[in-house]
């Protein structure tokens, strides 16, 4: 009673009571768009990845500059780790390590993705792989730390068609003058035909073009058989490709990554590499 007595004799202020100085939250119903939480860009757009099967082959490959010992008896550490290209740029391993068969048994060993990134006009792509741990199998090592560069080649389905038709046209090209100038021969070295005023017989040269038109023809032909070669080299061979698969952000037709890519240590050739995509998950 006493306390409630002290309390009645206080001063209260009516701005104190004043609902304005109380603070309760904003009911959503009755947010504006401005006052609303707004979701970040991670929120909304959630991370994509698409499964690859990445082949490595570590060893020593031709001329490459790498230490003397390194490799020197052909020994390989081959290596498969299945890893997902994920939309936001990162390669991940879809384990925490990778295993290989060495001398003494399986050999485990921790691995982790980094990057990757397809440039180039969407030409070339480079992956890359980080060995936490020292690895070995005979005389192939990598060094704790070492982080593996995997370079290549890659098509998407659009390209491949483009190549094809444009090797068909200039093949088409080069036969068909190849043809007219085996129409010119069969007419020069064909059967000969009685020239009754001069008593002799005589080749046929009726329609045959002459000695200029004969060469300016045969430069075309040898121009479009060059070309025909240069657009079947730039054409790869379909079982130097992986089999169709999709990478965030390119070609959902399928997307073709060329074998026996680079593996570099630093800027050294290491090995060579391959990818299949995972289909049957």
């Known amino acids: 009673m006493k306390l409630l007595?002290?309390?009645?004799?206080?001063?209260?202020?009516?701005?104190?009571?004043?609902?304005?100085?109380?603070?309760?939250?904003?009911?959503?119903?009755?947010?504006?768009?401005?006052?609303?939480?707004?979701?970040?860009?991670?929120?909304?757009?959630?991370?994509?990845?698409?499964?690859?099967?990445?082949?490595?082959?570590?060893?020593?490959?031709?001329?490459?500059?790498?230490?003397?010992?390194?490799?020197?008896?052909?020994?390989?550490?081959?290596?498969?780790?299945?890893?997902?290209?994920?939309?936001?740029?990162?390669?991940?391993?879809?384990?925490?390590?990778?295993?290989?068969?060495?001398?003494?048994?399986?050999?485990?060993s921790p691995v982790q993705g980094e990057e990757w990134e397809i440039s180039n006009n969407d030409k070339e792509i480079k992956c890359e792989l980080t060995f936490p741990k020292y690895m070995e199998r005979r005389d192939v090592w990598i060094d704790a730390g070492t982080t593996l560069t995997l370079l290549g080649s890659v098509y998407t389905k659009e390209e491949l068609e483009r190549l094809d038709q444009e090797f068909y046209e200039a093949r088409e090209e080069a036969w068909e003058l190849g043809g007219e100038l085996n129409e010119i021969a069969d007419q020069i070295e064909g059967p000969k035909k009685w020239n009754e005023e001069k008593q002799v017989w005589e080749k046929r040269m009726d329609g045959v073009p002459n000695i200029f038109s004969q060469m300016q023809k045969r430069v075309q032909h040898l121009g479009a058989q060059a070309k025909q070669k240069q657009k079947a080299n730039q054409r790869p061979s379909l079982k130097d490709l992986s089999d169709g698969g999709t990478i965030p952000g390119f070609s959902e037709k399928g997307l073709f990554i060329q074998k026996h890519g680079l593996v570099k240590i630093g800027n050294v050739v290491a090995g060579r590499w391959s990818a299949e995509p995972i289909t049957n998950l």
């Open 5 to 108: 007595s002290i309390l009645a004799l206080l001063p209260v202020s009516a701005e104190a009571l004043s609902a304005a100085s109380l603070s309760f939250p904003t009911p959503p119903s009755a947010m504006t768009p401005s006052s609303a939480p707004r979701s970040t860009a991670s929120q909304v757009d959630a991370v994509t990845a698409n499964p690859w099967r990445l082949t490595l082959d570590i060893g020593r490959e031709p001329l490459a500059n790498m230490p003397f010992d390194w490799a020197r008896s052909g020994c390989r550490m081959p290596m498969v780790i299945p890893c997902d290209f994920q939309s936001d740029k990162k390669l991940i391993p879809r384990a925490d390590t990778v295993s290989f068969t060495g001398p003494n048994g399986a050999v485990v």
